[in-house]
């Protein structure tokens, strides 16, 4: 079955414009999350949802991040006035909910990222 | 979060088995274990979870120690497509944070042929 996808692949762009990530989460899956990956670094949560809500944006680095989820389903990380430390691989995850048990609600699925180069 | 400690890196020979341990003295009676791997340029995949007991599944086995402070991944044979970057997380219960993992430097694990 189709897995989690992401779009652009990657995305080059100059510093101080706005660039907008999207994630296509497998189908059925209420979690989704964002994380990213700089360069030498591990990954980064940022912001997950459980349906299109959430609950936790403790991650986001900045107010020039910011995400949103309609319908449940695809979501979208924007990046407004971008810098160049932004630069990172943007991965995206889902899960089929968020609970204390069950071994299917624990597994994430990652996406393959968006590489995004700020110049 | 409690955090993790594992080794930086890891070898392996292949059809050999590989034990890859993780420490977590500070974790707490509700936090669950999780392992993920990482391949190269690929997003990360998820290997294998448990709480208590120890757990199987296809791609691995899990040894949490009784104490809990302490759990090793066990890779029954290594093939040369487990060399990746091996992640120990603790994942809490409950609360906001409850959907985050939070990811270490992770072990790298070298195969040789």
């Known amino acids: 079955g189709a897995g989690v996808s992401q779009s652009p692949s990657n995305k080059v762009t100059e510093k101080g414009k706005d660039v907008e990530l999207r994630c296509d989460p497998i189908?059925?899956?209420?979690?989704l999350y964002w994380y990213r990956q700089s360069l030498g670094q591990g990954l980064e949560f940022l912001i997950y949802f459980q349906g299109n809500s959430a609950p936790d944006k403790s991650g986001l680095p900045s107010d020039r991040f910011s995400a949103e989820r309609t319908g449940g389903s695809v979501s979208t990380l924007t990046i407004q006035r971008t810098q160049q430390e932004d630069s990172a691989v943007y991965l995206c995850?889902?899960?089929?909910?968020?609970?204390?048990?069950?071994?299917?609600?624990?597994?994430?699925?990652f996406g393959p990222g968006t590489r995004l180069t700020v110049l | 979060d409690a955090k993790t400690t594992q080794p930086n890196s890891m070898e392996s020979n292949e059809e050999e088995p590989v034990h890859l341990p993780c420490n977590h003295s500070t974790i707490s009676g509700t936090d669950y274990i999780h392992w993920y791997r990482q391949l190269p340029s690929q997003g990360p995949e998820y290997v294998i979870h448990g709480l208590t007991s120890n757990v199987n599944n296809r791609m691995a086995s899990l040894a949490i120690a009784e104490d809990r402070k302490s759990s090793t991944l066990i890779l029954h044979r290594a093939t040369l497509r487990d060399a990746a970057v091996y992640y120990c997380?603790?994942?809490?219960?409950?609360?906001?944070?409850?959907?985050?993992?939070?990811f270490g430097q992770g072990t790298i694990l070298t195969v040789h042929p």
């Open positions: 189908s059925g899956h209420t979690a």
């Open positions: 997380i603790l994942r809490g219960a409950g609360g906001t944070s409850y959907g985050k993992l939070t």
């Open positions: 995850a889902s899960s089929l909910g968020i609970m204390s048990s069950g071994s299917g609600y624990n597994e994430q699925f």
